[in-house]
């Protein structure tokens, strides 16, 4: 296929040659690039033989030639028996999210439902709304780099044992769209196990500045030897004139000539032949006198406006009809849409492109010829910038617009179109526009709807429109910019009529002012708009949204009357019978309101349940979805700390998990799974499960982080590193923990949004472990100010009066013993009150640990008997440990030991190091020496039980699930986990 350097020199008389109009000039050869056919013929070669991938680079400027050189590879190497993937990136489509990579994946468009779960396994739920196999258009974008992760995927599908090795040509990649080029550099530097040999050209001097990163990461791992083509040489080009002119004398001042003019680029020299041919100019020096000068502007200035015109003025009226034709709907051409956009008959259109065809303007006159295109990128920019009447492109493209969409491609493919609209006010368009905007968030890139949506806004929409299009644009912004989406969302509200676009958009603004730290403004906000909602469905949907974001507002001074509100919001709703959305979160939302308030327990976790749906036959209920359309996962988020909070590990579980699948499913696999990260680590931490904990913690900082500095979710996961920490013992990754974080910077700290657990008690806890017990006292002390004042005093989430009494007890000049017993005699109040088992049981423990009387003891066992079974084993031993001690002190030897020796074994299961440690020390210290007594690994044996009256010691302690049976008879009733769902085995 490569012609030699040079060919003899035919003869011939010279004479004026007419073409041939009935076939098309015969494909230039390849000349001069034998180096970098060998080149590639080497790396088809490796990748065949040793499985291995490479990346090769071609790049010059425009009519250099590369194209010719990719279709020689893919000819080459199908020969070779390698598959191919091709795909050329076109100028009207460099904004579509994906672009590219779904022309390259052609067979996943339109495939059935079933077939595509099949192919895409995992993945399904993200790549199959991005290829518009299910309409799914989510509230929020899926995390960008799992949709990446879901195409890595669907290209290892190519590439299975079964398969032949692959070539995947990507020519003019500098039209390629952001997206799909960010996704290919990022698979390129994965394939060094893989058969596949990846082609990228490109023209060097037209690269756009979003495409630098992506290519310059392809050109790091491009093989070597290949890259920018250089211009032919004389030699170079002699054959390809001498083989145009076949039969007839060509002169060498002739070729020279054509050399220069053309600057030695294929393209140019081939559209100066064909004008050559045209103007039937004699390939001779004594042509060159008359024809010389117009040749070297002609090659100058083929594809400029006035010469193209002169050309395309040439061709007959229904040539041009399909010539116009094909330059907007280039990439997508057949005949039925040609006819249909030029207004012709199928065979009309048919003759027309077999004239355009021989006149080397379109490459094809059938679909089932080569595919439809032009003869160069040139020829197209041509016909599409320069031989439109004044509107007529714009009309073609309203046209095309529509045509498209009824044949079932996507509204971005559609929208491509209507970005070249001008000045026509067009409500379908501005529809369009909008949804395209959605198919980018849906493909995890929202930014680049914003596009569509201005020149909407701009050009096409509607008077009326311009709320929902002002709308979109703040949902696309607030992904990644929550204060870029507040302009365009006011905008949005300003002359809005009521209706649900109004409340979206109130809903929307209200949530982006809450992620901007103005949860002031947010409330007011809702609450301003529900003054002029009548009641009904729409007015609690923005009751919702007030309460939800008011339970995260730290200085909330009218927290107590707002809980109120909602309890009578809610009371009038049956939590049996509802059946909506906003039913539901609002029953979460007065569960949570219960936890923050403390509550009476079984009321609360009433709510909690109902807002999960009414109960099955089954005794299971359906759940919360955390992507439903026009819903945060905030709320499923509150509903999960609720759970936590009143021990409901089971519930905590479950919905956790099902939470967390959603998200993976729908893409969401940084941002809010750092959120689901820390809250197993909550969940972990509470039942004591402290690797585990420690595990899931470290994995959603480590997300949170990649994220930015900023992300609220790094206060979740480090607030229960730091306590997973603490409880291990590593004191040092603790406070390198909060010091990194800035738990320990009163700045960072303050925030006008709750976060859990609470910034000022992880600290706190770490202080006091660290022995610097006088430097919580105050700033627990005005913490339990605040919060009694706002009304939500509940140990069960912010024990401060607990650390408070712990701090105040220890040795030092600021120890109050009379003020710590006290404090922790209040906390116990508000423990009872709430009446969950792991609250009661601190609360109790720190009662007792701060007593030195006789009831000391009694709230050391209740404390136990509270924890007892409930599956919270880390304050269980705590609780066992403190029991233990209490007995020793009042010189209960042998129950001393026991109860000591099962603090021992529950710390160690759990991890605690510091615990077990004491533990063991203080049962040594009681058997005089450093040798445990025989009976030492009896505390928690069958014998251990039996040496006690229904298997109890002589103070009370059950040691087994069963309740005892003389313990608080009319607690039972009450209770909500004795032999309820809680139990520590269940998860």
């Not at 439902?113 to 895409?120: C, N, V």
């Not at 109004?502 to 103005?518: D, K, V, Y």
């Not at 049996?576 to 569960?591: C, G, I, K, P, Q």
Request: negative net charge.
């Amino acid at each position: 296929m490569t012609a030699g350097r040079t060919a003899a020199r035919p003869e011939g008389t010279g004479r004026e040659h007419t073409p041939d109009s009935t076939s098309p000039a015969e494909p230039m050869p390849l000349v001069e690039r034998d180096l970098l056919q060998h080149e590639l013929r080497e790396q088809l070669a490796a990748v065949r033989e040793t499985g291995t991938g490479r990346v090769a680079i071609v790049k010059g400027v425009a009519g250099m030639g590369k194209s010719a050189v990719l279709e020689w590879a893919k000819l080459t190497a199908r020969a070779q028996g390698f598959d191919t993937l091709v795909v050329t990136g076109y100028p009207l489509e460099r904004v579509r999210v994906y672009g590219l990579v779904k022309r390259l994946f052609q067979d996943l468009n339109g495939i059935a439902q079933h077939t595509a779960r099949e192919r895409l396994g995992e993945w399904y739920g993200i790549i199959a709304p991005i290829f518009g196999i299910i309409p799914r258009q989510p509230a929020e974008p899926p995390d960008p780099e799992n949709v990446l992760n879901g195409l890595d995927a669907v290209m290892r599908g190519y590439l299975t044992s079964d398969r032949g090795p692959l070539l995947m040509v990507v020519d003019d990649a500098h039209w390629a769209d952001p997206s799909s080029l960010a996704w290919l550099a990022k698979f390129a530097v994965q394939i060094t196990e893989l058969p596949i040999l990846i082609i990228v050209s490109y023209r060097h001097d037209e690269v756009d500045e979003q495409l630098c990163e992506s290519l310059d990461t392809l050109e790091r791992i491009a093989v070597a030897g290949l890259g920018k083509l250089a211009p032919l040489t004389l030699e170079g080009v002699t054959p390809l004139i001498r083989q145009r002119f076949a039969g007839r004398r060509v002169d060498p001042e002739f070729v020279e000539h054509c050399h220069r003019c053309s600057e030695g680029l294929p393209q140019t020299l081939r559209e100066l032949l064909r004008f050559v041919e045209e103007k039937r100019i004699p390939p001779t020096s004594d042509a060159l006198a008359q024809h010389g000068r117009a040749m070297r502007q002609h090659a100058v200035y083929a594809y400029h406006k006035g010469q193209f015109d002169e050309r395309f003025g040439r061709l007959a009226p229904d040539s041009r009809k399909v010539a116009l034709a094909a330059a907007i709907l280039t990439p997508h051409l057949t005949v039925g849409r040609v006819a249909r956009l030029a207004g012709l008959s199928g065979d009309a259109t048919r003759a027309a492109a077999a004239d355009l065809r021989r006149r080397e303007i379109l490459t094809a006159v059938d679909d089932e010829d080569l595919p439809w295109g032009f003869t160069h990128s040139l020829v197209l920019r041509a016909v599409y910038d320069h031989c439109f009447e004044a509107n007529d492109r714009c009309v073609m493209h309203a046209q095309a617009a529509r045509m498209l969409r009824e044949d079932g491609f996507s509204a971005q493919t559609a929208a491509t179109h209507v970005l070249n609209m001008f000045a026509v006010p067009d409500e379908w368009a501005a529809g369009i526009a909008v949804d395209a905007a959605r198919e980018c968030l849906a493909s995890g890139v929202p930014k680049a709807g914003v596009t569509y949506l201005e020149h909407a806004l701009a050009e096409v929409a509607p008077r009326e429109m311009r709320p929902l299009i002002h709308y979109n644009i703040g949902r696309a912004h607030f992904v990644n910019d929550p204060p870029a989406s507040l302009e365009p969302l006011q905008q949005a509200l300003e002359g809005c009529p009521p209706g649900d676009l109004r409340t979206n958009i109130i809903c929307e603004l209200g949530r982006s002012l809450a992620f901007c730290g103005q949860l002031d403004k947010s409330i007011e906000l809702l609450d301003r708009e529900i003054r002029k909602t009548p009641v009904g469905q729409t007015r609690q949907r923005l009751y919702a949204d007030l309460f939800m974001w008011a339970a995260f507002w730290e200085n909330d001074a009218s927290f107590a009357s707002r809980a109120h509100d909602l309890q009578r919001l809610t009371v009038r709703l049956n939590t049996e019978s509802a059946t909506t959305r906003t039913n539901y979160s609002l029953f979460a939302l007065v569960a949570w309101y219960g936890v923050l308030s403390g509550r009476r327990l079984q009321t609360t976790t009433k709510f909690a349940r109902a807002a999960l749906g009414p109960e099955l036959p089954n005794k299971e209920r359906n759940g919360f979805s955390w992507v439903e359309e026009g819903w945060g996962f905030e709320i499923p988020m509150v509903l999960t700390l609720t759970f936590i909070y009143c021990d409901l590990f089971k519930e905590a579980r479950e919905l956790l998990e099902r939470g967390m699948a959603e998200l993976r499913a729908n893409g969401r696999q940084r941002s809010h799974l750092s959120y689901g990260h820390a809250f197993r680590a909550m969940l972990h931490y509470r039942m004591g499960r402290l690797k585990e904990a420690r595990q899931e913690a470290e994995t959603g900082l480590a997300m949170a982080m990649d994220l930015g500095e900023n992300t609220p979710s790094k206060w979740y996961a480090a607030g229960v590193l730091i306590q997973t920490l603490i409880a291990q013992g590593d004191l040092e990754g603790a406070e390198d923990t909060c010091h990194r974080i800035g738990f320990d910077d009163p700045a960072k700290v303050d925030q006008s949004a709750r976060v859990l657990p609470v910034p000022a008690i992880v600290l706190a806890e770490l202080r006091i472990a660290q022995g610097r017990h006088h430097e919580v006292i105050r700033p627990l002390t005005e913490l339990g100010e605040r919060l009694r004042a706002q009304g939500m005093d509940n140990p069960a989430w912010c024990p401060w009066g607990l650390l408070l009494a712990e701090a105040l007890n220890a040795e030092g000049p600021q120890q109050d013993q009379e003020r710590a017993k006290e404090v922790a005699k209040q906390a116990v109040a508000r423990a009872d009150t709430f009446y969950a088992p792991v609250a009661a049981g601190q609360a109790k423990r720190v009662a007792g640990e701060v007593e030195d009387n006789v009831n000391a003891q009694q709230a050391l066992w209740d404390a136990a008997v509270a924890l007892e079974g409930v599956g919270a084993e880390y304050e269980y031993a705590k609780a066992l440990l403190a029991y233990g001690d209490r007995l020793r002190k009042d010189g209960h030897k042998p129950d001393a030991i026991g109860e000591l020796e099962r603090a021992r074994i529950t710390a160690a299961n759990c991890g605690a190091i510091p615990l077990q440690t004491r533990a063991t020390k203080m049962i040594e210290a009681l058997v005089g020496g450093n040798t445990l007594p025989a009976d030492h690994g009896r505390a928690d044996s069958e014998e251990w039980v039996e040496e006690y009256t229904g298997g109890y010691s002589p103070f009370g302690i059950p040691h087994r699930d069963d309740s005892r049976p003389d313990a608080d008879a009319d607690r039972t009733e009450t209770w909500p986990f004795r032999g309820g769902p809680t139990r520590g085995s269940e998860l």
